[in-house]
């Protein structure tokens, strides 16, 4: 099911990236996202700064500007530095794009090596090193595939001080409360709240008001 999720998702980046790369629209672009959050940072709301940010890594993953620009808000809002695992290191270095061909060149590969195989017993070593190839073309599509699928559950924390409460209810006892930029992961949605689980492993129920998705919904 993981790895049909992330063939999902990286259909679903194909067809964005290649839609991003023919006519960016100004509202939804690298360029525009980061000078959105530039402006968020002047502004002195780390939340929103912090959510752009975010996003477009998604666009331009790697970029040291934007990393750079995501510490440093990070740092002036108190916030803990974050120690990103594995998953998180590889979605923010790999394109989506680009991983997204990588798979389908490693497809056309394994493909053709196969209707080779079927048509000549000939240069079998060569056909074995082009199937290992796209093989491992694939495989690295798919880890970054699943990398990318750990963020579409992750949000940003956008209002100062917000309450994490016991229940999906605006009366819900609050069991701690969250600073405003604070990354956390969405695991449920209910009229009007979202379940959330800190990287700390803490859990409770945020108002969607106060909580943005990276990947918008």
């Given amino acids: ?3 049909l999720r ?7 980046l194909l067809g964005s990236a290649r839609v991003h790369s023919e006519s960016e629209p100004a ?3 690298a360029a525009g996202l980061y000078n959105l959050a530039n402006s968020y ?5 780390p939340g929103m700064a912090i959510l752009n940010y975010e996003r477009v890594s998604l666009l331009a993953p790697g970029a040291p500007d934007i990393q750079a620009n995501l510490r440093f808000v990070r740092a002036a809002a108190n916030l ?3 120690m990103p695992d594995t998953l998180d290191r590889v979605a923010k270095i790999a394109s989506p794009f680009w991983m997204s061909w990588l798979g389908v060149l490693g497809l056309v590969i394994v493909g053709a090596s196969v209707i080779l195989a079927q048509l000549s017993s000939r240069h079998r070593l060569a056909r074995a090193a082009a199937a290992v190839s796209g093989v491992t073309m694939i495989g690295l599509t798919f880890c970054s595939a699943l990398a990318l699928g750990s963020r579409l559950h992750q949000g ?3 209002a ?4 994490v409460r016991v229940s999906p209810v605006p009366m819900g006892d609050p069991l701690f409360s969250l600073p405003e930029g604070e990354k956390v992961k969405i695991t449920a949605e209910h009229e009007g709240f979202d379940l959330i689980e800190t990287r ?3 859990a409770g129920w945020i108002a969607n008001s106060n909580l943005a998705p990276i990947v918008p919904r």
Wanted: with cysteine; glycine share 10%; charged share 15%.
């Fill in 1 to 3: 099911m993981n790895l």
């Fill in 6 to 12: 992330a063939a999902l998702v990286f259909c679903l």
């Fill in 200 to 202: 700390a492993g803490r």
């Fill in 41 to 45: 940072a002047r502004a002195g709301k």
């Fill in 80 to 82: 803990p530095a974050e």
């Fill in 27 to 29: 509202g939804y672009s």
């Fill in 156 to 158: 940003v924390v956008i």
């Fill in 160 to 163: 100062a001080a917000t309450p």
